[in-house]
């Protein structure tokens, strides 16, 4: 595995994208995907994991209509290695993009397929804390998750298609998904919000 240090990583996001709520994002799926990693026994890898999660939206600012076929030209002028270049395209597999073609780049590990299952959910639950007078996810419990998430009409953007897709490449039941990514958005709720503050 190639790995990109942090600090690079950050420069190289920050070169495509200037919008805070997309340096939000890549800093939510970044902490999730650590949780993951340690949560799921590869905590070696945890660093490795955040930078996928950190950079795997690096083309959709710029380029939405090209969003994971612009990513690898990108990745690659940063000195990114292929294998985080391959976990980045993964994330969208299945998913017809605006330019009309569908992203082929089937998740493999286990850390891809985290990444394509937990990525559009943290934008739910996130959208669903924002609607919480804490406006944080500390207090949010899972039912009141679930009935976001069974409201078609809420954070409509984030496809529960994708999401359901995602847990079943996992071959997990939607509440675990739900429940861990839950979990992970509380436990690095704070930490997101310093480096939020800090990029």
């Given at each position: ?22 340096i939000?994002h ?7 995907m650590?949780?993951?990693a340690?949560?799921?026994?590869y905590?070696?890898?945890a ?11 690096i ?8 969003h994971?076929?612009?990513a ?18 993964s994330?969208?597999?299945?998913i ?5 073609k569908t ?5 493999v590990?286990?850390m ?19 609607m ?5 996810t ?14 078609k ?6 496809s529960?298609?994708?999401?359901e ?17 839950l ?8 930490e ?8």
């Open positions: 595995m190639t790995h990109i240090a942090r600090d690079d990583a950050i420069t190289l996001l920050k070169k495509y994208n200037q919008d805070p709520f997309h939000q890549a800093l939510t799926v970044e902490a999730v650590k949780w993951y340690k949560e799921l026994g905590g070696d890898d660093e490795y994991w955040g930078i996928v999660g950190l950079l795997h939206d083309d959709f600012e710029l380029y939405p209509d090209e994971c076929i612009k690898p030209e990108l990745l690659r002028e940063g000195g990114v290695g292929e294998d985080i270049i391959h976990a980045v395209c994330h969208g597999y299945g017809t993009v605006g330019c009309g992203i082929d780049v089937e998740p590990h286990e891809e397929k985290v990444l394509f299952a937990a990525d559009e959910l943290t934008g739910l639950v996130w959208a669903a804390a924002l919480r007078p804490s406006k944080s500390k207090d949010m419990e899972l039912k009141s998750l679930k009935k976001k998430y069974k409201s009409g809420f954070a409509a953007g984030c529960r298609e994708v999401i897709r995602g847990a079943d490449q996992l071959g997990w039941e939607l509440d675990k998904l739900l429940t861990m990514t979990e992970a958005m509380k436990a690095t709720e704070d997101i919000n310093e480096k939020v503050m800090a990029v």
